[in-house]
Structures are given as structure tokens and as C-alpha cells.
């Protein structure tokens, strides 16, 4: 049984940056991060675009980017929220850069700004195409420096403990050794990221499974807007790939352009910003053009773009397609949409507030109202730092510190985990990766949308009598939170009657 001040679950840009102002205001109190793999393990590591933000209001301005956000968000935006995030994002970003994150800069010495979907100016800072690579480097270094951080790595988050709706800290799995704790806290902070694991097809990495939703609705919390998961619309095409490879979207602001196997750019047909049109358009829009030709992909042409300027803007991608054998110069790059990124979430208020006391939520896990039912190209590491900043200035004045009443838990489940091993989860993990896939992709109908809920039930009616036999494990875990977040997006989809942004249902 431990005890700490403050309980952070995820090690990404969301749970690092909260830590490290946390830590460095009250240096007297502990700070405990969860992470369920090794500490640089998240969605940030694998951001490539950047983050989006007016740093100078000479060529661009606030208003241009809060309208790009509202149009990309279909009508549901919080516009308040919209307002606060772009507003408030240059500071934080100017404390990231203080933190030691650079960004590429152009010969004047001035950002580099990219262009993504839906974005009428260039805006986003980046850092090459490894933009969240080196932001995590760089609050890593610093969450390092704060001696009251403890980052304990290769632990799991199990389950919110409560008592009467206010969280009074988690029940963790060492991954180690296989024993679960009890953590208590005055504040806990789930910053644990996406979902992608879900569909299987996705460019978030292994470790996007949803955990800290999962725990939040086990724990009832609100979650919200589950329905709207982003598409993105060029993932490399490899049927042999395990793991999908982004080729991000900067690649198509730099000039790229969208073909069918024969040729024609089609974007144009859809919608007059072409391939800068936003992601669910876009999205939608190639959906439709498979359908038609029965193709498996479509194409990324790159090849009249200057080489060696795309070599030093995205070395990254260049490399990998190599490795696949594609030469961006002279070949067109194979690429179909993926799963990318969850609108929706665990609903939190403008300081990351849930619905239950003295639990807080950040990043792609909480929703906050700025995506709206469709997220603008890089506004989510924005999000993230803005929403950590409003939580650390809600917790510097309201933080309490006690820990009365709740040393009568005992660690639970320590004898439950004595049982034998038995962990290969894999083929109920690809049953529900293909039925996600299939069924609650970027179309989705009432049919199949019933039929998957149905069979989900039974897969998560499985997965108890798999729990009540087995040791507990993080394999275990990941599916039980897969199973329970695909249930509620099943759920919210056959809810929504009316088409918003990436909700798409015929
Ligand atoms: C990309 O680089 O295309 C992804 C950026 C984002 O999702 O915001």
C-alpha cells in the first residue's frame, strides 16, 4: 500500500507536463506517474505533424485559428473551449521551448510553420516529422530534474478507487512481478492517451488501449462522444505491416498530392481545398473511391515535389518508405486510411474537472469540447498543454492533502493473483480488432452496429469468466478496457442519428 500526493496514470505530453509544473510548485509533495511501459512509451512519442499555434499575429491571428477549429468540429465545438485553447496555447508553448523542445526554424530564423487539413494559414511548429519525439524528450529531461517525481515504469493502472464519487486514488499491477497495489491519492490524473489498439488498424502505437477511459467508465464516470473517432487519411498501405506507419499530413501541406491507381486526383472532386480539405472529408472521400474501384488504396504522389527540401522536412518518412521499397521520388506512395485519434472521451470541465471528485483528466482520453466531431491537424498536443496548465493552476490553490479514512483498504486481490498464467488473450484481441474494423469504421450502419454489440457482450461476458480464472496480467487488462471502450462506442454510435464531422452513418 503507497501513498502519494499526486496520481498520474500515462507518461505522454499530457501526464509529464502536469508533473513537472506540479512537482516544481509544491517541492514538499510526491508525485507518482504510472506508466504501463517503458517511461517514453505514448501517442506523443509518434505525434509527426506539430502543434498548431499562433505564435505571431502578423500573416495569421486568433480568430483565424479558432474558425478553422469550429469548421473542422462540424457545428459541436465548445466555442468557449475553442476560444480559451488557442488563446492560451502560445504560453504554454513558450514554456515547452523553455523546457528545452526545439523546433525547426527557416533561414530568417523565424518557426518553420507547416500546413495541415483544414487550416487556412501555416501554423504548425515542428520539430522535422518527429515532432512529439522530441517534446517528449525534452519533458522527460525535465520531469528527471524534479527529485519528487517518481516515474514507475512497466505499471499498470487496474481500477479507480472511490469513496462516495470522490477517487481516492487506484489500484496499480507491477508488471514486474506481478503484484498489485493499492495507491492512495489526494489527486489523481488519467493522461493515458487513445484507443487505436482497438481497430488493430491505426497509427497509435501498442500501448493505445484505452486503459484510463476504461477505468473511468468502470469507475462511471462521464464519457462522452465516444462516436467520433478520426480517421486519418494516409496511412502507409503494407497488408504485412503489423503496426500501420504514418505518413503525415504535413506530407500533403508541402505539396502532395492524392491519386487513384490510374492518376487522377479526385480530391478536387469532393471539395475544393483538394487534399487539404479536413480529415474527415478527406477520409470519407477515399472511402468512397475504394468502394467504387474496388482498389485496396490509393496513392500519395510526391514525386514533383523538390527532394531534397522533402528529405530534410520528413527524413523520418523518407527513410521508411525506403525501407519498403518506394522511392519517394520517383514512386507513388501506397497509403489508405487508419484509425487515428479519439474525439470523444472522459468529459471534463475547463480545468479538467470529471464528474467525480478529485479526479482529473488530459490529452485524447478526456473530452474537453475543442475537437468538436472532428479534430483540427495538430491541435491536440495544444490541447494537452494548455488543459495540464489549467489543471496545475486549479490544483495550486485547491489541493488538499489528507489522507484520513482510508488506511482501513486492504491490497486487494493479492491471493487472486497466485493463479497459473495463461495469457495468450491474442485471438479475442483480433476478433474484436476485426469486428471494430468492420463494422465501426468510417461508414457505419444500425445492422451492423447491433450485431457488433451483441457479439462484443459475449466477448466481454468471456473475458469475465477469463478473470475470475486467470492471474491478472496487463494483457488481461488491455483487452477487459478494450472490450469495455468499444462497447461504448458501439453504444454511442447507434445513439447518434444525425452525421457530424468523422461520424458517418448511412
Ligand atoms: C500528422 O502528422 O498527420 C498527424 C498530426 C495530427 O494528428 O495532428
Not at 47 to 53: M, P, Y
Not at 306 to 328: G, L, Q, T, V, W
Not at 435 to 444: C, K
Not at 457 to 477: A, C, T
Request: aromatic content about 8%; overall charge negative; glycine content about 8%.
Amino acid at each position: 500500500m503507497k501513498q502519494t500526493d499526486y496520481l498520474i496514470f500515462g507518461s505522454g505530453v499530457a501526464g509529464l507536463t502536469f508533473a513537472i509544473k506540479i512537482a516544481t510548485h509544491f517541492p514538499n509533495k510526491n508525485v507518482t506517474i504510472i506508466t504501463k511501459s517503458n517511461e517514453e512509451e505514448s501517442n506523443t512519442k509518434y505525434a509527426q505533424g506539430g502543434i498548431a499555434v499562433v505564435l505571431n499575429q502578423i500573416e495569421d491571428n486568433f480568430q483565424k485559428h479558432i474558425n478553422d477549429t469550429l469548421i473542422c468540429g462540424d457545428g459541436l465545438c465548445k466555442k468557449e473551449v475553442v476560444e480559451m485553447v488557442v488563446k492560451e496555447g502560445p504560453k504554454c508553448v513558450q514554456e515547452l521551448i523553455g523546457w528545452g523542445a526545439q523546433f525547426d526554424k527557416n533561414e530568417t530564423g523565424s518557426f518553420d510553420l507547416g500546413k495541415e487539413g483544414g487550416h487556412s494559414n501555416h501554423r504548425v511548429i515542428h520539430h522535422k516529422d518527429q515532432t512529439g519525439f522530441e517534446i517528449e524528450r525534452a519533458i522527460l529531461k525535465q520531469a528527471h530534474l524534479q527529485k519528487n517525481i517518481t516515474i514507475l515504469d512497466f505499471h499498470f493502472g487496474l481500477e479507480l478507487i472511490l469513496e462516495n464519487n470522490k477517487c481516492i486514488g487506484a489500484t496499480v499491477l507491477n508488471e514486474k512481478n506481478n503484484e498489485i497495489s493499492t495507491v492512495f491519492a489526494n489527486q489523481t490524473l488519467l493522461a493515458t492517451g487513445g484507443i487505436g489498439q482497438i481497430y488493430g488498424h491505426t497509427t497509435n502505437p501498442e500501448v493505445a488501449t484505452g486503459d484510463g477511459i476504461a477505468m473511468a467508465i468502470r469507475a462511471k464516470a462521464n464519457v462522452k462522444d465516444m462516436e467520433f473517432i478520426q480517421f486519418h487519411p494516409t496511412a502507409l498501405y503494407n497488408p504485412e505491416l503489423k503496426s500501420t506507419f504514418l505518413i503525415s499530413e504535413a506530407v500533403r501541406g508541402f505539396g502532395a498530392i492524392l491519386r487513384d491507381k490510374n492518376g487522377k486526383r479526385f480530391m478536387l472532386d469532393y471539395d475544393e481545398r483538394g487534399e487539404l480539405a479536413s480529415r474527415d472529408i478527406v477520409s470519407q472521400s477515399i472511402e468512397k473511391e475504394l468502394k467504387n474501384s474496388g482498389e485496396d488504396c490509393i496513392y500519395l504522389d510526391c514525386t514533383h515535389l523538390e527532394i531534397n527540401a522533402f528529405k530534410k522536412h520528413f527524413p523520418m518518412i523518407y527513410e521508411r518508405c525506403k525501407d519498403f521499397n518506394i522511392f519517394i521520388e520517383k514512386d507513388w506512395i501506397p497509403v489508405i486510411p487508419a484509425q487515428h485519434y479519439l474525439c470523444g472521451g472522459i468529459e471534463v470541465d475547463t480545468y479538467g474537472k470529471t464528474s467525480i471528485e478529485n479526479l482529473f483528466a488530459c490529452g485524447e482520453c478526456s473530452y474537453t469540447g475543442l475537437h468538436g466531431a472532428n479534430r483540427l491537424a495538430s491541435n491536440s498536443l495544444l490541447e494537452a498543454l494548455v488543459y495540464s496548465d489549467r489543471i496545475f493552476e486549479y490544483l495550486k490553490i485547491n489541493s488538499k492533502f489528507s489522507f484520513e479514512n482510508k488506511l482501513h483498504y486492504n491490497d486487494i486481490n493479492q491471493e487472486k493473483n497466485q493463479f497459473d498464467v495463461v495469457d495468450d488473450y491474442s485471438e479475442i484481441r483480433t476478433k474484436l480488432q476485426s469486428l471494430m474494423q468492420q463494422n465501426v469504421g468510417i461508414v457505419r450502419n444500425n445492422n451492423d452496429l447491433n450485431e457488433t454489440l451483441k457479439k462484443l457482450l459475449i466477448l466481454q461476458n468471456d473475458m469475465k469468466i477469463l478473470e475470475s480464472k486467470n492471474h491478472i496480467s496487463k494483457e488481461l487488462y488491455e483487452l477487459k478496457n478494450m472490450i469495455d471502450v468499444s462497447i461504448l462506442i458501439v453504444n454511442q454510435s447507434i445513439l447518434r442519428t444525425e452525421n457530424f464531422g468523422n461520424f458517418y452513418k448511412v
